[in-house]
């Protein structure tokens, strides 16, 4: 008979995520795999049963009155994985917000020192201990909201030596929050102000220097690339994830944000793991994406932030065929740290249904990232990794804007309880 670390009982419904293929595409993104009334036994960070609360009790022996939790009706969801994040820099942006309001546009921002620039003078000018004390207190409003898992993006250095810097910097901050960070390089974010004039010799030392660097030394998981007007072309973001690919990296690309740049056509053409963004995507490069497997990181706060009317195609997406997942797109330019805000805005403006915004931050996410089978799910022998949410129904995730978690178990054991307290 099992004998578990940690008992939890009494959830009004428990998201699984464990049935079905990996994206899930089309009405699968609908299946949450949902256990009702169920208990979560837990044993050396893993899950050890999982059903129906009459079903486990019948596989365990009962800990200790105070290694039993009743969740009294709650919620049981995955721990979320945030598909999209420029975490890693140092100050703000505020100072922007009235001419945003006054109609300055992202490029003029940037051409005319702030925006993207104002970030990297502020990031190259930070020692490490400030970048990662500010890069971990935001991570940790991430966690906070129920996030495990989060991809970082460099490109606050605009350089090869400032990005590797900052590469170096991400494994510190992952110990120093508990989180897991997978990292990706995006040096292609914008060309540095020292290299005015000579984008093309910028491009050829990321091809040629930086990509393989990393690719040797194992720094990034991933290579992306910004391919917007203003920044870089589709042949620049081919030859730099073309180099990536070379280098034995996986590959993404920000594609279509501002206009119809091509940016989707060619993730589909190289079979990148993700494109990102989308927002001005023409339906044939959507189908596009459908056929060539790409999954949809979808930011449905950024317009939101940007003040832009436009809106994340999450509802064209998933019609599409495209497996969808999500991202915060935390940043200067869109500080938004909760996941759960994230899967708000993707049902009040991606026109995502609640259940395929729960796929999008967990099981699809987790495809986005690479992750092995079997992340952003809740299955026994899997991971311990999930948060409590005071709801009777996983369908008020989306629903409700902006909700905390009342418990967040990691590895197995509480790192954070709440009104659950009381029913120790």
């Known amino acids: ?73 709650s919620v049981v969801v995955p721990a979320f994985i945030d598909a999209h994040t420029h975490a890693l820099f140092a100050g703000s942006r505020e100072a922007e917000l009235p001419a945003k309001i006054h109609g300055a546009t992202y490029l003029e921002i940037a051409r005319s020192g702030g925006g993207i620039y104002r970030t990297v003078r502020a990031t190259r000018r930070a020692g490490a201990g400030a970048l990662i004390a500010e890069s971990s207190a935001r991570l940790r409003g991430a966690a906070r909201g129920g996030t495990r898992t989060l991809e970082v993006k460099t490109g606050y250095a605009l350089g090869h030596a400032g990005e590797i810097r900052l590469l170096r910097l991400l494994p510190r901050i992952a110990r120093r929050t508990g989180l897991r960070i997978v990292p990706t390089y995006l ?22 220097r930086t990509i393989p660097w990393i690719g040797r030394h194992r720094l990034a998981r991933f290579v992306d690339v910004f391919c917007e007007p203003g920044f870089f ?18 590959i993404k690309i920000h594609a279509d944000e501002f206009v119809a740049s091509g ?20 339906a044939a490069d959507r189908r596009a994406l459908a056929r060539a497997g790409v999954t949809a990181v979808l930011l449905p ?31 200067p330019n869109s500080w938004v740290e909760r996941m759960p805000t994230v899967l708000a805005h993707a049902v009040y403006s991606a026109r995502l249904t609640p259940a395929e915004a729960l796929t999008a931050a967990t099981v699809n996410a987790a495809h986005a ?43 197995g054991r509480p790192v954070f309880l709440s009104e659950l307290r009381a029913h120790l």
């Open 1 to 73: 008979m099992i004998r578990p670390d940690y008992l939890l009982t009494g959830a009004s419904e428990i998201a699984t995520l464990a049935r079905g293929p990996v994206p899930r595409v089309g009405p699968a993104a609908s299946e949450l795999g949902l256990v009702r009334s169920g208990a979560i036994a837990l044993q050396g960070g893993r899950i050890v049963a999982l059903g129906s609360d009459r079903a486990v009790a019948a596989r365990i022996r009962r800990p200790p009155a105070d290694r039993v939790i009743d969740l009294a009706g």
């Open 187 to 208: 040096g292609a974010h914008a060309v540095p102000p020292e290299a005015k004039g000579r984008r093309r010799d910028y491009v050829t030392e990321i091809v040629r």
């Open 233 to 250: 072309t589709v042949p620049e973001a081919e030859r730099i994830l073309r180099s990536a690919r070379s280098a034995g990296l996986g």
């Open 263 to 282: 940016g989707a056509a060619l993730a589909a053409r190289l079979g990148a793991r993700s494109a990102e963004h989308l927002l001005r995507s023409p």
């Open 301 to 331: 706060a950024t317009p939101w932030a940007a003040l832009s009317p436009a809106r994340s195609p999450g509802r064209e997406m998933v019609d599409a065929g495209v497996p969808v997942a999500l991202g915060t797109d935390l940043s």
């Open 369 to 411: 990232l690479d992750l092995p089978v079997g992340e952003g799910m809740l299955r026994e022998g899997g991971p311990a990794d999930f948060s409590v949410f005071p709801f009777r129904s996983v369908g008020e995730l989306g629903y409700r804007i902006d909700p905390l978690p009342t418990g967040i178990f990691r590895q």
